[in-house]
């Protein structure tokens, strides 16, 4: 892992006019961002009981906003990951592209382990932490991010409905026994992010083909709530698709809103510029907020207080934020 400046330069042509100095997507940015965002604030108001239960994650069926964060970032995962991986292997060659993701994959499951250890030994057990969940998605879709984009919606969507067959059958009590599905989730968790780098590739063409991409998924999605019931537990197949246009419509709403504002960095990019370290660091964060053993200071909290600590920890962490933005740092595995 490196905390040094770097000079990222997107291959596309189309993003020409979104692009600050240094190569990045601003829509991009300013996507996760918002994500990472709603992540540290979902965490944080997911541990006050008077938070009411649709911002919070559904218990099994079921779909509230909270989660719709998770499949939003892999979703953003995709975005970068199809045109990373070319402009790789274009400068450095095929194994030294695989190589880069295959080490970040694997750190992140490395650290999720630490996390998740971490967490079991303060007393709230996890088997399989969002970070976890990602690199296995990041290794399932390094299969197949080199073929053609109709390739991977047919392999993405293929895995898809062999995963749902698999929970209908037999995986369900192993999904549901761990946290964002586990390993056995992890495979719609994958099929979800080699759908988003092949969306991707039709944002890369032009956002009138992201729209008619968002558009055919949110249909195909739509039929699938007749079959499948939605939920994030079981990561069904309804979820993956729903969640998943969602993700994709809210992103070309970034993109095309954010060409009617200036072209600079701004809050939200500031925060979708180092969405790791932020997170790590959110950890840290509400670990220090939620010490105090006392039930009126966090679950017990009314809402007055809840907002105030919430207020507190965004100021802290957008601090951070501004600080790594304006000394040019990128935290990348």
Known sequence: MASTPRRVVDPSPQLAGEAVA???????DRYRGALVWLMV???FLG???????FLKHAPDIGLTVADLVAPCFVFAIGLTMGASFARRRREHGLSAAIRHFLLRDLGLI???AILSAGGTALGQPSTWGVLQALGQAGLIALLVIGLPTWARFAIGAALLVGYQLALDAWTLPAVLGTVHGGIVGGVAWGALLICSTALADLWRRGPGALALGSGAVALVALCSLLLVPVSKNRVSLSYVLVTLAIAAIAFLLTDL???????????LAWWGENPLA????HLLVLALVVLPPVDWWTAGAPLWLAALQLAAIMTLLSLLAWRLHRRRVRMRL
């Not at 190569?23 to 991009?28: E, V």
């Open 22 to 28: 240094d190569g990045r997507s601003l829509a991009i």
């Open 41 to 43: 604030a979902g965490n």
């Open 47 to 53: 541990g006050v009981a008077a938070v009411p239960a």
């Open 110 to 112: 490395g650290i999720g």
């Open 257 to 267: 809103g954010g060409r009617a504002v200036p072209r600079r960095p701004g809050y």
């Open 278 to 281: 932020l997170y790590l660091a």
